[in-house]
């Protein structure tokens, strides 16, 4: 009898526990991932480069609920000139985060 009524408050809890967590709840894969966009001649267009590599990259290995930089934690990009200054590359890092 002592038995059946731990199993009923741990079903109780477990129950109360699943209850309180969201259906959009977030979920991450850490650590961060890191992807190098093709050269650009401006910064803007280098930018947009990496961060479609990145959500490119991670909608390949991870799956596409994983692939909004919106969603990203942590996200960074560096960018640096190549060349003789002529064009820029960014390296897009963040955590892939989905819903």
Known sequence: M??????K????GALLISASLPANATQCLY?????????RHDIRAARAAAISE???EVAEH??????SWNYAADGSV?????GEGRHIRCVAKAVPCGR
């Not at 408050?9 to 109780?12: H, I, L, N, Q, S």
């Not at 650590?31 to 050269?39: L, V």
């Not at 991870?62 to 692939?67: I, P, Q, S, T």
């Open 62 to 67: 991870h799956g596409a609920r994983f692939a």
């Open 54 to 56: 990145w959500q490119h």
């Open 31 to 39: 650590p961060a991932k890191s992807y190098q966009g093709d050269e």
């Open 2 to 7: 002592h038995i059946s009524f731990f199993y």
């Open 78 to 82: 560096t960018c640096s000139w190549k």
């Open 9 to 12: 408050v741990a079903a109780v």
